[in-house]
């Protein structure tokens, strides 16, 4: 999808500050950071959310969460803590149409997520 920013940014058609990347999926920080560490794990391939990935390609949605892992790891909040979010659909927050899990930490992260 040309119009879509994600996989534009997958192309390599606009740049990204890239943490990780799988055979199927990048890591890239996130232009509008909400925590010291935020990074944004998206598949290389389009799909609108992560729900349909894990009804297309349940390999490829372990793939982005092993991903997620690596750059939780890599970024040093593996062991302090995380978060992990997939936010679905207009209403669950997501504010671009390609999915895309982020990976938040380097700050206590309480209930509710902000």
């Not at 999808?1 to 799988?22: E, H, K, N, Q, Y």
């Not at 232009?31 to 490829?60: C, G, N, Y």
């Not at 679905?88 to 895309?100: D, M």
């Not at 938040?104 to 509710?112: A, Q």
Request: hydrophobic share 45%.
């Amino acid at each position: 999808m040309t119009d879509c920013l994600f996989c534009r940014i997958s192309a390599g058609d606009i740049p990204a500050d890239v943490v990780a990347r799988s055979d199927r999926a990048l890591a890239f920080r996130d232009i509008q950071p909400q925590a010291p560490v935020h990074v944004l794990v998206i598949p290389v391939e389009h799909f609108d959310d992560v729900p349909a990935v894990a009804e297309a390609d349940p390999a490829l949605g372990a793939e982005l969460l092993a991903l997620a892992a690596q750059v939780a790891r890599q970024e040093g909040v593996s062991a302090s803590g995380h978060r992990l979010v997939a936010n679905t659909g207009l209403e669950g927050g997501q504010s671009v149409g390609h999915a895309h899990i982020h990976v938040l930490g380097g700050r206590p992260l309480g209930w509710p997520p902000g």
